[in-house]
């Protein structure tokens, strides 16, 4: 049984046209009861960032935030199966800049670095916690209409990440279990001029290899899939009504879709969606 409650409170104050500050609280009440233990936190935790704007169309910024995280459950092959572990705190800290290009043509970069909890596996075969986790990378990303019917969106993450737990040697900077040192993606959606109504897409998503576990024995390879789509406005009664279809995995590719945990997951095979949606 996991009980979990909270409150926050946010506030964003400006200092003049060009300085923005943000300050925030988060408390946390948190309990998790097992057949064998009972875990409880009760945190508050803050959230600050500061924001310069250079030029109107120009943003500048930095952060921090802390966080009570669950720590995860044991798989069912160690001592403690089924196991909740302590929930811990993580920590955040990141920077970049977001600046509007060109007419509704958005590009971002930022550096980021994340402390969280990390786990392994001790003699006794119980699955507990063990130190921190580091992740340090960049992100970066771009979105707007290229022309009035075009729209992009493209993205990426380059990370570094690695286990801060020095007393336990087998895992002691290795990689954290099913993290990819690089994802990205890029999507496009054409309106189709000649077509009142009607539009298309398609995207393609990457992810790299990641490890199977936190001692890093053996890893799944990395994989792209890409998807095609489209959507058709009209209305029906005088309603307005969007009907839309979406191929996901568009090449049936076979790939692992995550793992970690001592589970290995398959990722979906071709898969054909269909929506319709209507405004009352």
């Known amino acids: 049984t996991i009980d979990d409650r909270g409150w926050y409170v946010f506030d964003r104050i400006s200092i003049g046209e060009q300085w923005q500050v943000m300050l925030g609280a988060r408390g946390s009440d948190y309990t998790s009861t097992t057949t064998t233990a009972t875990f409880e936190a009760d945190k508050v935790v803050p959230q600050y960032a500061l924001m310069w704007k250079p030029r109107a169309w120009m943003t500048v910024y930095g952060s921090y935030l802390e966080g009570l995280e669950e720590s995860g459950q044991a798989p069912q092959n160690r001592a403690n199966a089924g196991e909740i ?5 993580s920590k955040q800290y990141e920077g970049g800049v977001k600046a509007e290009i060109a007419r509704g043509v958005l590009v971002q970069g930022a550096y980021f670095k994340v402390e969280r909890p990390s786990t392994f596996v001790d003699a006794q ?5 063990n130190g921190l986790a580091e992740y340090e990378g960049f992100e970066f990303a771009a979105a707007g209409e290229v022309t009035r019917d075009l729209s992009l969106i493209a993205s990426a993450v380059i990370m570094d990440a690695r286990q801060q737990n020095a007393a336990n040697a087998a895992t002691f900077d290795k990689v954290p279990e099913n993290t990819a040192r690089q994802t990205w993606s890029a ?18 998503f990457y992810t790299g290899k990641r490890f199977v576990d936190n001692a ?8 792209a ?6 959507r058709y406005r009209t209305k029906l ?3 307005a009504v969007t009907l839309q279809a979406n191929v996901d995995n568009l090449t049936d590719k076979d790939y692992w879709s995550t793992a970690g945990n001592g589970l290995l997951g398959v990722g979906l095979p071709r898969t054909v969606r269909f929506a319709l949606r ?3």
């Not at 572990?85 to 705190?89: C, S």
């Not at 075969?125 to 916690?129: D, G, P, V």
């Not at 890093?216 to 994989?223: E, M």
């Open 85 to 89: 572990l302590a929930p811990a705190l």
């Open 125 to 129: 075969n119980r699955f507990t916690l």
């Open 187 to 204: 999507f496009a959606d054409w309106r189709v001029p000649y077509v009142p109504g009607l539009a298309l897409n398609a995207g393609v």
């Open 216 to 223: 890093n024995q053996g890893h799944i390879d990395g994989y």
């Open 225 to 230: 899939i890409g998807s095609i789509g489209a």
């Open 237 to 239: 009664g005088g309603k």
């Open 278 to 280: 209507m405004e009352l």
